[in-house]
């Protein structure tokens, strides 16, 4: 069955510190996986999403993400936080559902983002 | 362009109340969703709709319908509203159900049943 793990509850991280927000996911065939970000009382927004090719996929808010295969890991990944930045973030793997027999997104549990000035 | 926007934000209802919200998108997608969040258990898939008069059963239908009269528009209805159904509400659509395509998400409805 398919799915995905966000190990970490909360992440927290310096400004200007580089960041990462892990995912790991399990899917029967090729995995076609997003990440979105959710601001305080707002929708979720679209960050970025790998379906074939170069395993750096690089998204909006100069975020990008690592595929890892043999890992089974799709790690968001910045360079430098932004206080902005902090958000709760989700990672989802788009894979059919024999529940309902089509092809859905099924999403982790979240990840808080904090960056501290 | 405003994409998918969702009416009403908030709702306070009592247990038994019915209620529908509605969720609209300008972007001429075929396809809609509604998913309900909790915490720590992420997004789940309550129903969706493949195209206009088309919909079909997520993850965790139950207490809930929907219908899809007109193509930009998708309403989540609760008849019997219990205290289980307490959760934030979210819409969203796509160009299709092929696994590349993004889905795009409305800003939410939080809903409380007493």
């Known amino acids: 069955a398919q799915s995905v793990a966000q190990p970490e509850d909360q992440v927290n991280v310096a400004e200007g510190n580089p960041l990462t927000v892990k995912c790991t996911y399990s899917?029967?065939?090729?995995?076609?996986l997003f990440w979105y970000v959710q601001y305080p009382n707002r929708g979720l927004q679209f960050l970025l999403k790998?379906?074939?090719?170069?395993?750096l996929v690089k998204g909006s808010y100069g975020f990008e993400a690592e595929f890892n295969k043999s890992q089974t890991s799709f790690h968001l990944k910045k360079p430098s936080a932004l206080v902005s930045d902090s958000a709760l973030y989700f990672c989802?793997?788009?894979?059919?559902?024999?529940?309902?027999?089509?092809?859905?997104?099924?999403f982790g549990t979240g990840t808080r983002l904090t960056v501290i000035p | 362009n405003a994409g998918v926007t969702q009416t009403p934000k908030f709702r306070v209802l009592k247990t038994g109340q019915s209620m529908t919200l509605l969720c609209a998108q300008d972007m001429n997608h075929e396809y809609m969703y509604w998913y309900r969040q909790d915490p720590g258990m992420g997004l789940r898939l309550i129903h969706y709709?493949?195209?206009?008069?088309?919909?079909a059963k997520g993850e965790v239908p139950d207490g809930y319908n929907v219908s899809r009269l007109k193509k930009q528009n998708f309403l989540l209805g609760l008849e019997s509203a219990a205290p289980s159904q307490t959760s934030v509400y979210f819409c969203?659509?796509?160009?299709?159900?092929?696994?590349?395509?993004?889905?795009?998400f409305g800003p939410g409805t939080r809903l409380t049943v007493l």
């Open positions: 969203a659509s796509s160009t299709g159900t092929d696994r590349t395509d993004t889905q795009y």
């Open positions: 709709s493949v195209g206009e008069g088309t919909t």
């Open positions: 790998y379906i074939t090719g170069d395993n």
């Open positions: 899917v029967s065939g090729n995995p076609y």
């Open positions: 989802a793997v788009r894979a059919f559902g024999i529940q309902t027999g089509a092809n859905n997104l099924f």
